[in-house]
């Protein structure tokens, strides 16, 4: 898949997810365009990019299927590329918002990077090892589309980001007891 096309879908998923996590996770009650824009921009321009040449480097730097080959792509990409990508999505949307990055980051990237290690490294395993190359960045993309409403979460979260709880399915009403006085 070239660049050009690997950025429009970047596009539209990451715009997706950012209303998404406004309207489900974050529940607001406007919809705030600006944020959804930046998102956007930095999913299409900075990430998408990030992740077409990262894919096509980790092909030439360790090409093949093996089970070896795949979980070394898996382990240098969990300790290279997601630390930039994470970086970038910071310093980026901080950018756009003209605010110092580094702030946040030293919050958010030990749970944001955690975080991904619990998804990443399992999608990574198939995408390496049975998806052809020219169709990777777009099993990322589809990745993406979840991992990126997480961010935009990170992104809207201020409070403590150690003790994050993602209530994506609301809990079931539960039954009221009611006793008999009489």
């Not at 299927?65 to 901080?94: D, G, H, N, R």
């Not at 944001?112 to 390496?128: E, M």
Request: with cysteine; proline share 5%.
């Amino acid at each position: 898949m070239p660049l050009r096309r690997t950025m429009m879908v970047y596009a539209t998923l990451w715009t997706a997810a950012d209303i998404v996590e406004q309207k489900y996770i974050s529940k607001k009650n406007q919809h705030d365009v600006k944020k959804t824009v930046r998102i956007a921009t930095v999913g299409t321009f900075v990430i998408a990019p990030l992740v077409f040449n990262w894919i096509k480097l980790a092909e030439r730097l360790f090409p093949g299927k093996s089970a070896k080959t795949v979980l070394t792509k898996v382990l240098i990409e969990q300790v290279t590329f997601a630390p930039v990508s994470i970086t970038s999505f910071y310093a980026a949307t901080s950018l756009l918002e003209r605010k110092n990055f580094l702030e946040e980051l030293k919050a958010k990237f030990p749970v944001t990077w955690k975080t991904g290690l619990t998804f990443w490294p399992f999608l990574q395993v198939i995408n390496f090892g049975v998806v052809p190359l020219k169709y990777r960045p777009l099993v990322v993309a589809g990745g993406s589309f979840l991992w990126s409403i997480f961010l935009c979460f990170m992104k809207e979260e201020k409070k403590n980001v150690g003790a994050i709880e993602i209530e994506i399915i609301p809990p079931v009403a539960q039954k009221k007891e009611t006793k008999d006085t009489s």
